[in-house]
T-cell receptor, first 113, second 115 residues
Framework: SQKIEQNSEALNIQEGKTATLTCNYT??????LQWYRQDPGRGPVFLLL?????KEKRKERLKVTFDTTLKQSLFHITASQPADSATYLC????????????FGKGTKLSVIP | DTEVTQTPKHLVMGMTNKKSLKCEQH?????MYWYKQKAKKPPELMFV???????INESVPSRFSPECPNSSLLNLHLHALQPEDSALYLC??????????????FGPGTRLLVL
């Protein structure tokens, strides 16, 4: 069965450092992968999408990589700030015609001042 | 405008009550979704509407009844819920699946407590 693992439930880093979150998957050939941010008691907010034929995507301080051979995505936040503290979810999607996103359990990031 | 709105923000109901959750989007999206999320768990898909028709029902108990009155609105009718149904209920919308990329835009959720 399809399985998505986000490397750790919680990650603490010092302000200013780069946070790296990992998303691994098995028994899945996603057409694309998305990262969402979720604050407590709120809905997920879309951050970045990367397609299966793309290696890397950037948006401001965020960077996502996608390695379909390793079946892994890395999500980086550079120059992290306390305001980046949240839970980050990766989600995998199939191609055209499919509605469903499969979410990982998320990694709770805490950026310590 | 990438906003999905949900009402109410919080809801407390007894097991014999009937209530409804409402969701609205004005992004022209033709797919709308209901998710249930328990604490420290990922969102679980419940229903998908595409072009106002129910496309996916993930074996959700009949005490949850979705409705899509038009392309902008999505309701979730609740009746005879159980305490284990207490959760954050999320609505989302996206372009229709044929477009290929379905970034889902989520609402803020309704925090439901069943007593």
């Amino acid at each position: 069965s399809q399985k998505i693992e986000q490397n750790s439930e919680a990650l603490n880093i010092q302000e200013g450092k780069t946070a790296t979150l990992t998303c691994n998957y098995t028994n899945y050939s996603p057409a694309y992968l998305q990262w969402y941010r979720q604050d407590p008691g709120r809905g997920p907010v879309f951050l970045l999408l990367i397609r299966e034929n793309e290696k890397e995507k950037r948006k401001e301080r965020l960077k996502v990589t996608f390695d379909t051979t390793l079946k892994q995505s890395l999500f980086h936040i550079t120059a992290s700030q306390p305001a980046d503290s949240a839970t980050y979810l990766c989600a995998l999607g199939s191609g055209a015609g499919s509605y469903q996103l499969t979410f990982g359990k998320g990694t709770k990031l805490s950026v310590i001042p | 405008d990438t906003e999905v709105t949900q009402t109410p923000k919080h809801l407390v109901m007894g097991m014999t009550n009937k209530k409804s959750l409402k969701c609205e989007q004005h992004m022209g999206h033709r797919a709308m979704y209901w998710y249930k999320q328990k604490a420290k768990k990922p969102p679980e898909l419940m229903f998908v509407y595409s072009y106002e028709k129910l496309s996916i029902n993930e074996s959700v108990p009949s005490r949850f009844s979705p409705e899509c009155p038009n392309s902008s609105l999505l309701n979730l009718h609740l009746h005879a819920l159980q305490p284990e149904d207490s959760a954050l209920y999320l609505c989302a919308s996206s372009q229709a699946p044929a477009s290929g990329l379905k970034t889902q835009y989520f609402g803020p959720g309704t925090r439901l407590l069943v007593l």
